[in-house]
């Protein structure tokens, strides 16, 4: 299973990004699809996950200003980030919890990592 993710980029404070990821492979069902973030020397964080296409959870410091939004039939997941701040500046991953043709256990997955910079 890849997830290709696109759409990082730099951006001034108070604007917007759209980031949109991928997943393709031997695919049976995504049981969950989202996003990440990393700054160097900090945790990776939560920033939203979509479970189904109308259930959803958003890290703290990103609700009300982005929006997580999922096509099953296309395995896509996008995220719509609005209000961008500095400290939203990050190296941002796609993830996606996969259950793989013919597995019993779902897998995990990564994507590789798309900048997003926002300059004050």
């Known amino acids: 299973v890849q997830l290709q993710a696109c759409g990082g980029g730099l951006v001034q404070a108070g604007g917007s990004l759209r980031l949109s990821c991928a997943a393709s492979?031997?695919?049976?069902?995504?049981?969950?699809m989202g996003w990440y973030r990393q700054v160097p020397g900090k945790q990776r964080e939560l920033v939203a996950t979509a479970t189904s296409v109308i259930s959803t959870n958003y890290g703290d410091s990103v609700k009300g200003r982005f929006s997580i939004s999922r096509d099953n039939a296309k395995n896509t997941v996008s995220l719509q980030m609005n209000s961008l701040r500095a400290d939203d500046t990050a190296v941002y991953y796609c993830?996606?919890?996969?259950?793989?043709?013919?597995?019993?256990?779902?897998?995990?997955?990564w994507g590789q990592g798309t900048l997003v910079t926002v300059s004050s």
């Open positions: 492979g031997r695919i049976s069902r995504i049981n969950v």
């Open positions: 993830y996606a919890n996969v259950n793989r043709v013919g597995a019993v256990l779902a897998t995990s997955y």
